[in-house]
């Protein structure tokens, strides 16, 4: 089969940075489905984990964290899909990924595709719906008795940010979503936030104006360092902080203890990397998606679309995602 992946950790403009090879192709077993792959997305962590660093790789190594397609083939142990499923998913980091005709993928951390939305469109949304709802649901514990709470989303624009907001309002918090362009306000505002304020100004007296002390939940998708003492300085007493950006520098824990402040990581891959008893509920939760998105209730955020999947049109999708200005999701179609 035909895969884009790489050898060496380069520039994107590097020739190099991403290359087309002809691979053998996966061969399902135990709970793994073999899809054929329709539409995949390029996310941040694509551009992170290809990002410059002193190792090499001596197999190729496939990104690619977003992909729809079809079931090919089921492994022996499968029992949730069946060969000509339709369906979408996030895969797992430490596994091959979904830039190439085919992949292997655990059952247990694939949704069916939503039937309303096209392979590009659905392919745009397991990675951040995965994150969105695990941050706001699994880590802030947020229920139906919070009905009425506000959270500040840091970062609303983006992929993560866009389908957040969508869970957050569906959950009836008070949505104040960040953003500090016009456009990235406008897209806010569509994807159902009551408030958009400026994360590149002080978030606090933002806040104020629009009649908040502060907020129960913080949900941030932007660098963690950079809005810390903003997130310590809006969030409630005894309220909940989430974040998905690595710190490059330690947090200052002390800014939140006063306040008894919980504060948790989110990372979307740790259910598959680690095995956990509970891996399945990203099928679950992918499932449920769907349901939301054909009835109506969710928006897809595909905004832009590539094609077809080689190493020049990755190439390309890695470097608008490194401009750092996109609103809402990157696809590429395989075709």
Not at 112 to 122: G, Q, R
């Amino acid at each position: 089969m035909k895969a884009v992946g790489l050898y060496r950790y380069l520039p994107i403009d590097d020739k190099e940075s991403l290359v087309e090879e002809q691979v053998p192709d996966p061969v399902p077993s135990g709970r793994d489905l073999l899809v054929e792959v329709k539409a995949v997305s390029v996310n941040p962590v694509d551009t992170k984990v290809r990002a410059p660093k002193d190792k090499t790789e001596e197999a190729l190594r496939i990104l690619g964290f977003d992909a729809s397609g079809v079931v090919k083939a089921v492994g022996e142990d499968c029992v949730l899909f069946d060969v000509g499923d339709e369906v979408y998913y996030a895969g797992d980091i430490t596994r091959q990924g979904s830039n190439a005709e085919f992949q292997l993928v655990d059952e247990r951390i694939v949704g069916p595709k939503p039937k309303s939305l096209s392979f590009a469109e659905a392919a745009a949304m397991p990675l951040t719906s995965i994150t969105a709802w695990e941050a706001l649901f699994d880590r802030l514990r947020i229920s139906e008795g919070d009905a009425g709470k506000s959270i500040l989303l840091i970062g609303g624009a983006g992929g993560v940010g866009s389908i957040a907001i969508q869970l957050a309002a569906k959950a009836n918090l008070n949505v104040i979503a960040t953003a500090s362009r016009q456009e990235t306000a406008a897209w806010c505002k569509s994807m159902g936030a009551h408030h958009s304020i400026n994360h590149k100004q002080e978030l606090l007296p933002q806040l104020q104006e629009l009649g908040y002390k502060d907020v129960d939940y913080i949900f941030c998708m932007a660098d963690t360092n950079e809005h810390w003492d903003g997130m310590a300085a809006c969030i409630k007493p005894q309220g909940a902080i989430c974040a998905i950006v690595e710190n490059k520098r330690p947090l200052d824990m002390t800014k939140i203890r006063s306040k008894s402040v919980t504060f948790s990581w989110e990372l979307m891959f740790t259910r598959p990397v680690f095995q956990t008893e509970d891996q399945i509920e990203q099928h679950r939760l992918l499932a449920d998606i769907a349901a939301m998105f054909d009835r109506g209730e969710l928006k897809q955020t595909m905004t832009k679309t590539l094609s077809p999947l080689n190493a020049e049109t990755l190439k390309e999708g890695h470097r608008l995602l490194e401009k750092g200005n996109m609103i809402g999701k990157l696809v590429i179609i395989n075709e």
